[in-house]
């Protein structure tokens, strides 16, 4: 089992974390994919692509039948972008489920799809607001979580590591250096054992499903900057659709909440629970993002849907 770390050399902040990492002790050249290189330090792959990362599609699938290698999950290296231009360090889950068929795919992705979420995500996060704190990065630096969104269609367990937001940034050393500290460390390619690992250290099994908020989802962040709390897919309020029945057209449906939300939050829940074994994914909900139809809407939903409601203290250990 491996673990694909994916950089791109159209993204300087993609190349630049990858290349302060290929600078640190114990790699190797790899095989090949389609003429890209790679290369192994014990059971991670780096993977130099010429592409942008959200087209990339099935990587994991193409680096198994390239070298018989079985992907456990997936870090992509890229650039933030942001209209207000701040500079931040930010991790996400990828996936557009709230897509219809047919609709245009800008960032990659496939309609109705998410790829498992990294387990990694909350754990990494809390190591990098260490690193940025460490290395002099905050305040000028955000660390982030973002929302799920755009591509490329993968099946692993699968997050993105970001600098952000405007070129200046992209190319900055200090943020390259942290990403590549924050891969180093969190893989355990160093001394330390590695940090995130679901396997090792699922000894509370509560999962975080976010459900509403903005793009940087405040709320859900407060409960994953404590330790020991996992976190999956984040669903902000723009890509839960829901059609106020008061406006619908035909009387007969005036108590029906149309949109794609449901199967939203469905394939959410589904590829959250695949990405942590044996854990049990509870909702959390930004209750104060809702108008009060919606809020009832979706509780009515997760309810049918045997899907638990979780607290703030419900997902922190200690």
């Known amino acids: 089992m491996v673990t694909l770390v994916v950089a791109t ?5 993609s190349i630049g974390p990858a290349s302060s990492l290929l600078a640190m002790p114990g790699w190797h050249p790899g095989p090949s994919l389609q003429d890209a290189a790679s290369y192994t330090n014990k059971e991670v792959r780096l993977i130099k692509l010429d592409k942008r990362l959200v087209v990339e599609n099935h990587l994991d ?21 942001a209209s207000s231009n701040r500079p931040a360090l930010t991790i996400h889950p990828i996936g557009t489920p709230h897509l219809r068929e047919g609709e245009a795919l800008i960032a990659g992705g496939k309609p109705g799809w998410a790829a498992p979420p990294n387990p990694r995500i909350g754990p990494w996060f809390r190591l990098l607001k260490n690193i940025a704190n460490s290395h002099n990065l905050v305040p000028e630096f955000e660390v982030t979580l973002e929302a799920t969104h755009h591509g490329p269609e993968i099946n692993s367990s699968t997050m993105f590591v970001e600098i952000g937001s405007t070129e200046e940034y992209w190319k900055r050393q200090d943020a390259a250096q942290a990403i590549a500290l924050l891969v180093w460390e969190g893989l355990g390619l160093g001394e330390r054992i590695a940090v995130g690992n679901w396997s090792r250290d699922n000894d509370r099994n509560k999962i975080l499903l976010g459900i509403g908020g903005g793009h940087y989802v405040p709320r859900h962040m407060d409960i994953v900057r404590k330790d020991g709390v996992w976190i999956g897919h984040m669903l902000p309020g723009y890509s839960l659709l829901m059609e106020d029945p ?19 939050i469905r394939v959410a829940f589904e590829t959250t629970k695949l990405a942590f074994p044996g854990g049990e994914v509870l909702a959390h909900l930004d209750h104060k993002s809702f108008k009060g ?21 419900d997902f922190c250990p200690w």
């Open 9 to 13: 050399s159209a993204d300087p902040a």
């Open 61 to 81: 699938k193409r680096w198994e039948e390239a070298t018989g290698e079985t992907v456990d999950d997936v870090v992509f290296l890229s650039k933030h972008v």
């Open 293 to 313: 139809w919606q809020r009832n809407a979706i509780i009515r939903f997760l309810t049918e849907q045997n899907i638990k409601i979780g607290k703030p203290s």
């Open 246 to 264: 008061r406006e619908a057209k035909s009387p007969t449906n005036s108590t029906v909440v149309g949109g794609t939300w449901r199967e939203t």
